[in-house]
């Protein structure tokens, strides 16, 4: 069993930064790939980034790329998402997913992930 805890969502101007943070109980988050997703209401959640269990591997939706960096640390059982030029188009709920299926394309592509974190809010004022 993988607890997941999202942090650091808020209101942001657009054109601003935030940095989500997941952090993991359990002694296996090296053991999952990882990802953030996100979900409006009226929507299916959707993918925002990926990455592998080494972090060695990362895949991004193309409306984040250049602006969002997804990173981990193993030691601290803890998944990042650092968000720049915030739009208020990336106004949403953010999760945070944990899976034992390797990270591949078809990985970003599927929502059924093996634990969910309870979310946290990103607002961005226009």
């Known amino acids: 069993q993988v607890e997941l805890v999202e942090s650091g969502g808020g209101l942001v101007q657009a054109g601003g930064s935030l940095r989500l943070s997941c952090v993991a109980s359990?002694?296996?988050?090296?053991?999952?790939?990882m990802g953030w997703f996100r979900q409006v209401p009226g929507k299916e959640r959707e993918f925002v980034a990926g990455?592998?269990?080494?972090?060695?591997?990362?895949y991004y939706a193309d409306s984040v790329k250049g602006r969002f960096r997804i990173s981990r640390d193993n030691a601290k059982n803890t998944l990042y998402l650092q968000m720049n030029s915030l739009k208020p188009d990336d106004m949403a709920v953010y999760y945070c997913?944990?899976?034992?299926?390797?990270?591949?394309?078809?990985?970003?592509?599927?929502?059924?992930?093996?634990?969910w974190g309870q979310g946290t809010q990103v607002t961005v004022s226009s």
């Open positions: 359990g002694r296996a988050f090296s053991s999952y790939a």
């Open positions: 997913a944990a899976d034992k299926t390797p990270l591949t394309r078809a990985w970003t592509l599927d929502s059924r992930k093996d634990y």
């Open positions: 990455i592998s269990r080494s972090g060695g591997v990362t």
